[in-house]
């Protein structure tokens, strides 16, 4: 009959629009206060791993009621934060590699979504500190070394290379105010051409100057011009005496410099070796191998309490993990150096209290979201004086 497909036809539309609708998990209830309500959710928080959201929703499933709800907590196992360590910390590399190029870094997590990148690097961008690991690891060791030394090495007396110098800077100012003081700049024309020639004028060599008596003295007769020669390479000459005892004076650090530090490093008891990796640890390995690549013995003495050996175990450990034969390439790149053969090859005899790596508590997962990392670039500095 009519009536009878009529009331099927309302059926059927009430059914699908009941399945596109999305299901209520949550609504407040003015009976239950603000206090019970927080209390409740921070017990689902702390001992049942429960967030906001999955704590709210197995209350409004028991139509607000506090105790069923407390009662049911343990019966469920919450979804697992869906970013481990290991996935940020690989984030964090890839970021470092390949900035926003957010399908780059998809090949390292290959699980993950473009969207579950993006959104993870806006909350996580929110807390990362600017700063380097590795910088504020240096820092913090310079800090400390600095309160243990004694209070008299402050106050110790300048040095006699540096007091050397320091007549010639107050003799070196003297004529470049003399130089500001009597030569007077002519003013440039206005307009386009005024521009253009203010633009092609360039300003002199560092340390160089004029001086206004001497130019007119040297214009003026060719005697006072002689004289004033003379005088300058009779300084130049003092000038390049000073840089040879200075070379020398640096050749003979240099060569007290090639016996080593081993004299100065504490004894091997003094150091305390710690088999456990925090996640900050296994950051700062993964960047030490990006700036020292195979040098372990350096990655040692960066990190501070593990050995060579907890650091070779660790590179054999998380290799595939933290993508560590990449991050040894990248070196091996600026470095010029090639890779050896063989690499998959390697084996390390593990140890069972060294070679193991516990998995980071909750406190640690939250600490490794405000690492920062923005990359190592090697760069080496050298200053010479140059005749």
Same mark, same amino acid.
């Given at each position: ?27 407040? =209830?003015?009976?239950?206060? !603000? ?46 934060? !869906? ?84 007549? =010639? ?15 007077? #700049? ?159 090859? !390697?084996?390390?005899? #593990? ?37």
């Amino acid at each position: 009959t009519p009536n009878t497909q009529k009331r099927v036809f309302l059926v059927a539309k009430a059914s699908q629009e009941r399945d596109n609708l999305g299901m209520l998990v949550w609504f407040p =209830n003015p009976s239950i206060p !603000e206090t019970k309500l927080d209390e409740y959710i921070a017990i689902a928080k702390e001992k049942h791993g429960y967030n906001m959201e999955q704590a709210l929703g197995m209350l409004f499933w028991h139509k607000h009621n506090i105790e069923k709800s407390l009662a049911d907590l343990p019966n469920f196992t919450p979804f697992p934060d !869906e970013w481990t360590v290991e996935d940020k910390v690989l984030f964090e590399q890839g970021f470092s590699f390949h900035g926003k190029t957010f399908h780059r870094i998809q090949q390292m997590l290959p699980d993950k979504s473009i969207a579950s990148l993006v959104r993870f690097y806006y909350s996580w961008k929110k807390t990362r500190s600017k700063t380097s690991v590795m910088d504020r690891h240096a820092r913090k060791q310079k800090r400390d070394r600095e309160e243990s030394d004694d209070e008299g090495e402050e106050n110790s007396c300048i040095s006699p290379g540096d007091a050397e110098f320091e007549p =010639n800077k107050d003799e070196k100012k003297e004529p470049a105010n003399l130089a500001e003081k009597s030569v007077h #700049v002519k003013k440039e024309p206005q307009g386009i051409a005024g521009r253009n020639l203010h633009r092609a004028k360039k300003k002199p060599p560092k340390g160089m100057h004029l001086n206004a008596d001497d130019v007119a003295a040297m214009s003026s007769s060719s005697p006072a011009a002689v004289s004033v020669l003379r005088q300058l390479d009779m300084e130049l000459i003092a000038i390049k005496r000073q840089i040879q005892s200075i070379k020398q004076h640096n050749s003979a650090l240099r060569e007290k410099l090639d016996t080593g530090v081993d004299e100065f490093r504490p004894t091997e008891a003094n150091q305390k070796f710690n088999t456990r990796w925090t996640t900050e640890e296994q950051l700062l390995a993964v960047q030490a191998i990006r700036k020292y690549g195979r040098d372990f013995q350096a990655i040692s003495d960066v990190i501070g309490n593990k050995s060579v050996v907890q650091v070779k175990n660790f590179f054999v450990n998380y290799r595939r993990r933290f993508n560590l034969d990449e991050v040894l390439q990248e070196w091996e790149a600026e470095h010029g150096v090639e890779g050896r053969k063989g690499l998959d090859e !390697e084996k390390m005899e #593990v140890s069972s209290e060294e070679g193991t790596t516990p998995v980071p508590s909750e406190n640690q997962t939250e600490l490794i979201s405000q690492l920062c990392v923005r990359g190592i670039k090697a760069s080496t500095a050298s200053s010479e004086v140059s005749s």
